[in-house]
């Protein structure tokens, strides 16, 4: 069921300022909250006189106003989450954290925290706050918080830095001593020559690292702020954790100010679209936690970003076994892609065993033309035999070292890289692999595991979003499964607990594949969450 058809769609309430020229603030917010079909409720806490140019004045609301607005929703709209924009002034803080408190009394309640301390467009009334309302971020607005998204010079003010004093991650640090416990630091209004890269830093509990999407050029952007953040709310309203919320955050923003329009003399506002979900275009790429942002990571992101879509490839089978023996058998039996899946060396498994064990499926693989052999794990040992591949899972990838990673992207050798949510997606594509896996599909005994099966649904948005071919792995055993697999246009099916067992043949899995190939394509969906979200 698509996110616009949802019957009982999430609610979450918005506190936050009117824009009287309709660009930002609750109208963004509606707007924002529209595009992933959850009700928003618009709680007033200031109203501007504002035009497409500037910020003329602010008037906060009184306190017992603000008070009613958000008591007469509590007995009747509950929130899932709660975002903040403009609150103008000290008393809408506490009134704010004081009916937060006593929902949570109850039953969880998310709260995201778009400090908007600013007005990017200038005027008259552009500073939204003094010392004292900063002193109420910091001490009652952060430590309730599950996430906050200031741009750099937000982020400044909250932590009472100068002007680019510190980078962005160490930003992150300090606002999370605070007790915020996920942070986004955007980067859309940023200058500087980034490969033209719009690049924003998340410190979260799921992974941390910069997310990138091609800088967009037109002037058109009045409310990306309030949008992002409105649509981080809405992606964890609908069970994404934070990580995947601020992904899909993103890709929500890049395209409502992709479609911005003219509507005065200034910049005009942002819109919105329910279809950013479904746009290629859209899907960044992520680093690995401490990653470095060098000349070679971005030229890289900047190619994987504007690469041309790529033809749907059709590999079939794919067999992971942990016996070389059985690599033969399976080469043998025309399977062209096989995964040697063993054990690290211990005193039973001797590294010049493992050595001998890579060696010889290669041995078997190179007598079958077309046959590609992918080594798990073991990188060192993928090296030393040419025209291996090297499958990692990404705690792999981020437990090797600096010099270790360049060395992998430097040889060039064949990639393949698992992922089980939006943010390992968004990491595997900064990668740029040969493939990407996606898993698991089904509840699978193979590997002990946070994540929910993908599903179909999942599989099939995977492959039309990653920009790189997807192996779909995880609880595959019948052969109806594989057909099901092959129909989303995944480029390959993983067995490895199926081919052992006597049930089963290659032959029935491979008339499965082609039948699913043969089929028509299932409509595609948007993304459902892969970890529980608990707020």
């Known amino acids: 069921m698509s996110w616009l058809d949802d019957p009982q769609p ?40 504002q035009n497409s140019r500037g910020v003329e004045a602010v008037f906060p609301l009184p306190r017992h106003q603000l008070l009613a607005q958000m008591q007469a929703l509590a007995v009747d709209l509950w929130p899932s989450v709660i975002k903040t924009g403009l609150l103008g002034s000290v008393d809408a803080v506490h009134a704010l954290c004081e009916v937060l408190d006593e929902l949570r009394r109850d039953r969880p309640v998310a709260l995201v925290v778009d400090p908007v301390l600013g007005a990017s467009a200038g005027g008259p009334a552009s500073i939204f706050a003094n010392a004292s309302l900063l002193r109420a971020y910091r001490e009652q607005l952060l430590p309730r918080a599950q996430l906050i998204t200031p741009n750099r010079r937000e982020a400044e003010l909250l932590l009472g830095l100068a002007s680019h004093a510190l980078s962005r991650p160490l930003m992150a640090e300090r606002l999370k001593e605070l007790g915020a416990e996920t942070i986004c630091i955007t980067g859309g209004d940023d200058a500087g020559p980034q490969h033209d890269l719009a690049l924003d830093y998340l410190n ?3 992974a941390s690292g910069h997310l990138a999407l091609p800088r967009l050029r037109q002037g058109h952007h009045h409310g990306s702020g309030c949008s992002f953040a409105t649509a981080a709310a809405a992606a964890m309203a609908r069970g994404f954790v934070s990580a995947d919320a601020v992904v899909l955050a993103k890709m929500a923003t890049w395209v409502a100010v992709r479609e911005g329009h003219a509507a005065g003399a200034g910049a005009g506002p942002v819109r919105a679209s329910a279809n950013f979900v ?5 899907m960044p790429v992520m680093s690995f936690d401490g990653e470095q942002l060098d000349a070679g990571t971005l030229a890289r992101w900047a190619q994987v970003l504007n690469a041309p879509a790529q033809d ?11 016996r070389p023996q059985r690599a033969a058998e399976l080469a043998a039996a025309g399977i062209k892609q096989l995964q040697l899946r063993i054990k690290p060396a211990t005193s039973e498994n001797t590294q010049a065993e493992l050595r001998a064990a890579v060696a010889e499926a290669q041995t078997a693989v190179a007598d079958h033309l077309g046959c590609q052999l992918w080594i798990n794990d073991h990188w060192r040992l993928a090296l030393e035999e040419p025209g291996v ?5 990404q705690e792999d990838w981020a437990a090797l070292a600096t010099d270790e990673r360049k060395l992998l992207l430097k040889v060039g050798i064949k990639l393949g890289i698992s992922s089980h949510s939006l943010w390992e997606l968004a990491r595997a594509r900064g990668l740029n692999p040969h493939y990407i896996a996606c898993g698991p599909i089904w509840p699978t005994t193979t590997k002990d595991m946070p994540w929910r099966p993908q599903g179909l649904g999942n599989l099939g948005w995977w492959v039309h979003m990653a920009g790189r071919p997807v192996v779909a792995i995880g609880g595959l055993l019948e052969a109806e499964q594989v057909e099901a697999c092959a129909a989303t246009g995944a480029a390959a099916a993983c067995l490895v607990r199926a081919l052992d067992r006597p049930d089963s043949s290659l032959e029935q899995f491979r008339a499965a594949w ?6 028509k394509a299932a409509e595609i969906q948007e993304p459902r969450a892969s970890l529980e979200f608990a707020k």
Do not use: K, M
């Not at 479904?278 to 859209?282: D, G, K, R, S």
């Open 278 to 282: 479904f746009e290629p275009a859209a």
């Open 10 to 49: 999430p609610i979450i309430w918005s506190v936050a300022g009117t824009d009287s020229g309709g660009g930002a603030g609750l109208s963004a917010d509606t707007r924002a909250a529209a595009a992933f079909g959850v009700h928003l409720c618009p709680i007033v806490a200031a109203v501007t006189a």
């Open 312 to 322: 749907a490839l059709d590999w079939g089978l794919y067999a992971i076994t942990e």
């Open 389 to 393: 591949g090297l499958h990692l899972g």
């Open 514 to 519: 082609q039948c699913g190939r043969n089929a």
């Open 204 to 206: 979260s509990p799921q």
